[in-house]
């Protein structure tokens, strides 16, 4: 069985910086492209990242460019989201999610999520 | 403002059918047939329900089904069930290497 399960959700001021983690099980994680998908309370779903199997390219939306850095450790099973100079408007509950192995085109399945709270 | 357009809600009947829109451009829906729809219940991780415009993964309801034509995709659900009252999203892939989803359709089952 696919398995994701995301952490490193908090609370943080804004300007502050926090690292999710996604461990993987269940499939041979270092095959398949990985994206990090947000949904801020209350709203619809935001794609935020992705990154290739072996992590040498990289794809962002246009607003965390420069702040947000996605990576992963294919040894340890573990996509990551390194979050810089947060913003309120980045509030919201964090999901990895598993994308396919030449295409960026959907995700299947998903983790749970993990709640950030950007508030002073 | 999400990149493509959708309903905010949608009603039926038990036993009815529904359509829910996913209009995007040229530069998204119509560009190729990298289309996705997921179904997300309250407070649950969102589910792939249709990939690649038309297609359900294995274990999908055949009452899910997807289309296009132009910019606009289409999710129909028929033989509406109580358990299909949820939250529905669109997604594409883009020319510019990246993913656009809709604001999300809620789906009350009258």
């Known amino acids: 069985e696919v398995k994701l399960v995301e952490s490193g959700g908090d609370l943080v001021q804004p300007g502050g910086s926090l690292r999710l983690s996604c461990a993987a099980s269940?499939?041979?994680?270092?095959?398949?492209?990985m994206h990090w998908v947000r949904q801020a309370p209350g709203k619809g779903l935001e794609w935020v990242s992705g990154?290739?199997?072996?992590?040498?390219?990289?794809t962002s939306v246009a607003s965390v460019k420069g702040r947000f850095t996605v990576y992963r450790d294919n040894a340890k099973d573990t996509l990551y989201l390194q979050m810089n100079s947060l913003r309120d408007d980045d509030t919201a509950v964090y999901y990895c999610?598993?994308?396919?192995?030449?295409?960026?085109?959907?995700?299947?399945?998903w983790g749970q999520g993990t709640l950030v709270i950007v508030s002073s | 403002q999400p990149a493509l357009t959708q309903p905010a809600s949608v009603s039926g009947s038990p036993g009815q059918s529904v359509t829910i829109s996913c209009t995007g451009t040229s530069n998204d829906v119509g560009s190729d047939d990298l289309v996705s729809w997921y179904q997300q219940h309250p407070g649950k991780a969102p589910k792939l329900i249709i990939y690649?415009?038309?297609n359900r993964p294995s274990g999908i309801s055949s009452r899910f089904s997807g289309s296009k034509s132009g910019n606009t995709a289409s999710l129909s659900i028929s033989g509406l069930q109580a358990e299909d009252e949820a939250d529905y999203h669109c997604?594409?892939?883009?020319?510019?290497?990246?993913?656009?989803f809709g604001g999300g359709t809620k789906l009350t089952v009258l």
């Open positions: 990154i290739t199997n072996d992590g040498y390219f990289t």
């Open positions: 999610a598993k994308g396919l192995v030449n295409s960026w085109a959907w995700f299947d399945p």
């Open positions: 997604c594409s892939y883009t020319t510019v290497n990246t993913l656009v």
């Open positions: 690649k415009v038309n």
């Open positions: 269940g499939f041979s994680f270092s095959t398949y492209r």
